[in-house]
């Protein structure tokens, strides 16, 4: 890394990972996950201790995100990342502000070790290479092995220490390959209420799959991705025309054309179409089809085409020199219309392996990918000893292309044992997973409590209007404000989006109009007086309301909390500057705020202190 003039050290990031801190957010959260199943339960301590050693040897995840005016940028980060439970679905959104500033995540459960990255630090070799430096030291601890191998025998320190941005090193200029923008077939369903996620592994016999493969001359990959749009061509197309192609995203590992060895990211997307005429089509002919692109599109002359595509809009001085904030738009634009060439991700990493003596301790390996609005099922596969393992991930309820895939891969000889986190059913559930799924009986009632307490306030605040009447009838403002409130906390309940949010937000802005209306009306001080503090009110029912339900995750609504706790001592300061007149119902809300804080933090776990070390770095 270089140093600045404060002594900090930094690098630019490369050529692929300037995108995703561009496109990245809650709905498209740009992480994948590698995880490692062993044969024991995790010990949360001692994998604790191997993080922390093995981390000073990774200089490419030892890094925050900073903003310059130009480019995102990496600096060193001095902070050592902690480890969790594993108590949300895979591939969630990292914020960057969160996780002491870290861009990856460790988590466990039971007998598995989770490593979540965001795409920006590294790709799936530069994952694995660090989740096998972590299973190994953790392994050692465990046993009390003093090891023959040092650490850099086990992960080579040219590879750990690897940063360079391989794409510039191997940038000469070429013909230019755009990336194709136009809309390919895109699949739907219904989808899974809250932020569910449903995830269905196929464990599959690896020597009977290359048997298949060899029976139609194709290696594993051309084998899954003819498998995988056979599945789409069947179960969503049903074998009908359709105008847009099935277009499948392949990311290529470019280390293996270039001799590369760098632990940033350094591959390259190819898409695979597919068009369905209506005729009756085989899977051998698909096949024929995904072979014969592949030939032409995986070529070390196609892959220079698309670094040279890349990196000279890098190189252009026009683009280099517009603002960040500009070109956040213009990549996004881009971004998403280069998006649209794609059906679905199917990502192989390949196999990985382990050090001899490690193998007895190791079951297998997993990769999962993140799923998004444009793409609402993806597939990563991965395979290790003589295991493949086939990972479905998805924010739809039913599972008719998953099944249609393996069921195909079942017909053709290949033994598949397939394995869910239990969403949106308990079918194939083995207790790999921690159980999120809410109780809709128990949230319905808490759900009328919820609108019980609405019509109390209703009434209460309807009472002191009247009591306190003025010739302003505030009140009916601020329950026609509460009502719609309800209404959307009930609409969007039942789908994906960030409540929290939401409920902060409305109380900013409806605090801002119970003033802005009374200032229009002649203001009788009713805003401050009655409408702001009734609205904190609201959001603190709301929140609390929001960490009943989902439990199991809480500490998503928990800053929400924190910030409404910081929003009811505004009414304070009014009132210190003689702005509110009226002050009991600002001190019953700042009262019931700080109780309702307090209380949370004193009945949350062990994760109350880690998530204010998160946010706080405290």
């Known amino acids: 890394?270089?140093?600045?003039?404060?002594?900090?050290?930094?690098?630019?990031?490369?050529?692929?990972?300037?995108?995703?801190?561009?496109?990245?957010?809650?709905?498209?959260?740009?992480?994948?996950?590698?995880?490692?199943?062993?044969?024991?339960?995790?010990?949360?301590?001692?994998?604790?201790?191997?993080?922390?050693?093995?981390?000073?040897?990774?200089?490419?995840?030892?890094?925050?995100?900073?903003?310059?005016?130009?480019?995102?940028?990496?600096?060193?980060?001095?902070?050592?990342?902690?480890?969790?439970?594993?108590?949300?679905?895979?591939?969630k959104y990292i914020d960057p502000r969160s996780s002491h500033q870290f861009l990856f995540r460790v988590s466990y459960f039971d007998r598995r070790i989770n490593l979540e990255v965001f795409h920006a630090v590294t790709d799936g070799l530069g994952a694995v290479n660090f989740l096998k430096a972590l299973v190994y030291r953790y392994l050692d601890l465990k046993k009390g092995w003093k090891s023959v191998h040092t650490f850099d025998q086990k992960i080579s320190s040219d590879i750990s220490m690897n940063v360079e941005d391989?794409?510039?090193?191997?940038?000469?200029?070429?013909?230019?390959?755009?990336?194709?923008?136009?809309?390919?077939?895109?699949?739907?369903?219904?989808?899974l209420p809250l932020d569910e996620e449903n995830i269905l592994h196929g464990y599959v016999g690896l020597k009977e799959l290359k048997e298949a493969g060899k029976r139609y001359n194709a290696s594993v990959t051309r084998f899954l991705t003819a498998a995988?749009?056979?599945?789409?061509?069947?179960?969503?197309?049903?074998?009908?025309?359709?105008?847009?192609?099935?277009?499948?995203?392949?990311?290529?590992?470019?280390?293996?054309?270039?001799g590369s060895k760098t632990m940033a990211n350094f591959f390259a997307v190819t898409l695979i179409e597919y068009f369905s005429d209506g005729k009756e089509h085989t899977f051998s002919e698909i096949l024929k089809t995904v072979s014969s692109q592949m030939d032409l599109k995986i070529t070390k002359e196609k892959m220079e085409e698309v670094i040279s595509y890349n990196v000279s809009n890098e190189k252009k001085w026009y683009l280099r020199i517009v603002p960040l904030f500009v070109k956040w738009f213009a990549i996004n634009f881009v971004f998403r219309k280069n998006d649209r060439a794609y059906t679905m991700t199917l990502s192989n990493i390949g196999s990985i392996d382990v050090l001899e003596e490690y193998k007895e301790d190791v079951e297998r390996f997993h990769m999962l990918i993140g799923v998004s609005k444009r793409q609402p099922v993806k597939c990563a596969v991965c395979s290790y000893d003589n295991e493949l393992v086939v990972t479905f991930s998805t924010v739809f309820q039913d599972t008719r292309l998953q099944d249609h895939f393996f069921a195909f891969l079942q017909s053709e000889g290949v033994p598949v044992e397939a394995e869910s986190n239990g969403v949106p059913g308990t079918r194939d559930n083995k207790g790999m997973y921690p159980q999120i799924r809410y109780d809709k009986e128990k949230m319905k009632k808490l759900a009328n409590v919820f609108y019980g307490l609405m019509v109390i306030m209703a009434f209460v605040l309807g009472i002191i209007n009247y009591a306190t009447y003025s010739g302003s009838t505030w009140s009916v403002i601020a329950i026609g404000l509460m009502a719609y409130a309800v209404i959307t906390v009930r609409y969007s309940l039942m789908h994906h989006s960030n409540l929290g949010a939401k409920i902060l937000l409305q109380t900013a802005a409806a605090e801002a109009l119970w003033v802005a209306i009374d200032h229009s009306s002649g203001y009788s001080g009713w805003s401050v007086n009655y409408g702001i503090p009734s609205t904190i009110l609201f959001a603190d029912l709301s929140v609390v309301f929001l960490i009943l339900v989902n439990r199991m995750n809480w500490q998503s609504y928990f800053m929400y909390q924190i910030a409404i706790t910081v929003f009811s001592f505004v009414p304070l300061i009014f009132w210190a500057a003689g702005l509110i007149t009226r002050p009991p119902l600002t001190i019953v809300a700042v009262t019931l705020t700080v109780i309702l804080l307090i209380v949370t933090i004193l009945l949350g776990d062990w994760s109350v202190k880690n998530e204010l070390k998160r946010r706080f770095h405290i």
């Open 1 to 91: 890394m270089k140093r600045s003039p404060q002594g900090e050290r930094w690098r630019r990031l490369d050529n692929t990972a300037k995108i995703f801190p561009v496109i990245a957010s809650k709905s498209l959260s740009s992480v994948f996950r590698i995880s490692a199943t062993l044969k024991e339960e995790i010990d949360p301590g001692t994998l604790q201790t191997a993080l922390e050693e093995i981390l000073p040897q990774f200089e490419g995840f030892s890094v925050r995100l900073g903003r310059g005016f130009f480019w995102y940028y990496f600096e060193h980060n001095k902070r050592m990342p902690v480890i969790e439970r594993e108590t949300t679905y895979p591939c």
């Open 166 to 191: 391989s794409y510039i090193r191997n940038y000469k200029k070429t013909e230019k390959r755009k990336y194709s923008s136009k809309k390919a077939f895109h699949l739907s369903g219904d989808s």
């Open 228 to 258: 995988l749009i056979w599945s789409i061509y069947t179960e969503h197309l049903e074998r009908k025309a359709c105008e847009a192609p099935i277009g499948i995203s392949i990311p290529i590992n470019l280390r293996t054309f270039f």
